[in-house]
């Protein structure tokens, strides 16, 4: 946790911190532990990598990425081509390494790392066409780059390049096409079977979301796709439960990064770095000041962004644990020269993550890229589905930025079969009148008949958009819903009497409750 709270007040990414860990407790650290076995640490980061993409997917929200879809599978396809060929040359003919080892370099600092873009971007909110091309680059470019990685590592003469992008192309295709059906079959079982305790529902997504990456590599497909758009799937499903499977995943994608960073610091050998550090230098110059730009302009160029937003994702190409992991590759391959090819490769990322990390943020307000930080943020919403009611439980959290602030009960208009049964404010809970006026963090208990339960979650999200007037302003929303079925009502109006029992017990009378918020 002291971890944690450092690198966020540093505005470095989290994995130079556990790296430091590693290495501190490795050979010539304090603790002396000597660890040198490559082919674990690639299968526990290659596992850790399969989570920390299932959270990414998890949380890419499909309407900014959407926009950004074609730019981002050409940069992290057509990129990657350009980003190898440039850093591989710079490597031959610069360091002087053969072009096995210098392609093998080439192809594996060619993926970025979202994980590391985003922890120092978290205080610098970025357009989501933005945001959206990085994130969906990072989740994407792992996939071919791994390809190329295992081409050049192998036994043998390397493969044509026009055979290598066919293999390319077609196990993207499995891979995105596994990942999507595993994600809206998954979607589609979890939201229609009620599991016996909601603890599960987060497990459960994330084993579908693994199973998504096991069912691509079974078909010789990419399966780091696959679990990327499975999650991303998931992740835009409005799934029950979902701020704790959120909350959940997030978790998990943390200890994977620890363990990993931990497991990478402990494999390297310090004074074995001193040699490749200057040839680092070199190779990463070349990739951060020509390679990385000239994949972004070339391949963007097409979508005629402008030139800041490009200068931007030029330098946002941070590397993190994905190329250490894939450096490994070699080293369990005996590649000759591998050893050394994994030291290049760990000093390049730890030194130009040093040099990007800090001055990103800076570089995004210099460019004037920046969000304004008034922006209206997005509610939280949970849903329990209420099997026997033939119904749902909304617990909605406003939150300080949403535009429900100030709005009344009765203006948020919920389509009938739907009402707010409960507010909590600053841990009182009460029974709220139609004239109850909403604050920025209350927490709302809505109870909607199953009929209208969409209509009623889209229509909080509209007002907590566009306020008290969304619908009339062009905000999202729904149109006022028929009544909900004679047989639902009685069972809701016998749990919202319940609510309210309770609500009074905490709050008083309804009068009392409207003292609270006044």
Known sequence: MAAVRISSRSGLPSLLLYLGIGIAMGQDGIFDVKFDNAELTQVIGYAALVVILAEGGLGTKWKEVRPALPAAAVLSTVGVGISVGVTASAAHYLVGLDWRQALIIGAVVSSTDAAAVFSVLRKVPLPSRITGVLEAESGFNDAPVVILVVAFSAVGPVEHWYVLVGEIALELAIGAAIGLAVGWLGAYGIRHVALPASGLYPIAVMAIAVSAYAAGAMAHGSGFLAVYLAAMVLGNSKLPHWPATRGFADGLGWLAQIGMFVLLGLLVTPHDLIDDFWPAVVVGLVLTAVARPLSVFISLAPFRLPKREMSLMSWAGLRGAVPIILATIPMVSGIEG???????????????????????????????????????????????????????????????????????????RLPAGAAVTLVVRDGTSFVPAPSTVLRRGDELLVVATDPVRDATEAR??????????????????TKRQETAPAADLPHFAK?????????????????????AHH
Do not use: C
């Open 338 to 412: 591998s050893t050394r090819v994994f030291n290049i490769v760990f000093v390049l990322v730890i030194v130009y993550t040093l040099i990007q990390g800090p001055t990103l943020p800076w570089l995004a307000k210099a460019l004037k890229i920046s969000e304004d930080p008034s922006e209206t943020a997005d509610l939280g919403i949970e849903s329990a589905p209420l099997e026997r009611l033939r119904g749902h439980l909304l617990s909605v959290a406003v939150p300080g930025r949403s535009k429900m602030h100030g709005v009344e009960v009765a203006e948020l």
């Open 460 to 477: 909080l999200r509209a007002v907590g958009e566009g306020g008290k007037l969304a619908g009339w302003l062009g905000t999202g929303g």
């Open 495 to 515: 749990l919202a009497r319940k609510l309210a029992r309770g609500g009074e017990d905490h709050a008083g009378d309804t009068a009392g409750g409207r003292r």
